[in-house]
């Protein structure tokens, strides 16, 4: 059974930097593209980025571009997030995504992990 785990939430402050990473057990997922998600205290789930199968095109949501990179490993089936320049608004739990299609906001067929915390403050 395909499961992925987070890890690297924490608490910073502005203008700090994190990395966050996912593992992806029980299943080679190299030809499928993965992805991270996140959801605001009272608010919606929301796209973050992703990246194609194998080291395909990256994607990013506007308000995190040119502040996030999001990369993977394909040997060790490993998702990482470096943010950068951590604002309060990104104060959210981060989702680990992976898909056999393309990762949009839309895109219902996901498996999710468990979610890692960040906490930015001001």
């Known amino acids: 059974q395909l499961q992925l785990s987070e890890s690297g939430g924490g608490v910073v402050q502005a203008g700090d930097s994190l990395r966050l990473s996912c593992e992806a057990s029980g299943r080679n997922i190299s030809a499928n593209a993965m992805g991270w998600f996140r959801q605001a205290p009272g608010k919606q789930r929301e796209f973050v980025a992703a990246?194609?199968?194998?080291?395909?095109?990256?994607y990013y949501a506007p308000a995190v571009q040119d502040r996030f990179t999001i990369s993977r490993d394909l040997a060790t089936q490993s998702l990482y997030l470096q943010m950068d320049r951590l604002e309060p608004k990104d104060t959210a739990v981060y989702y680990c995504?992976?898909?056999?299609?393309?990762?949009?906001?839309?895109?219902?067929?996901?498996?999710w992990g468990q979610g890692t915390l960040v906490t930015v403050s001001s």
């Open positions: 995504v992976t898909s056999r299609k393309l990762i949009t906001p839309n895109t219902k067929q996901m498996t």
């Open positions: 990246i194609g199968y194998g080291n395909g095109g990256r």
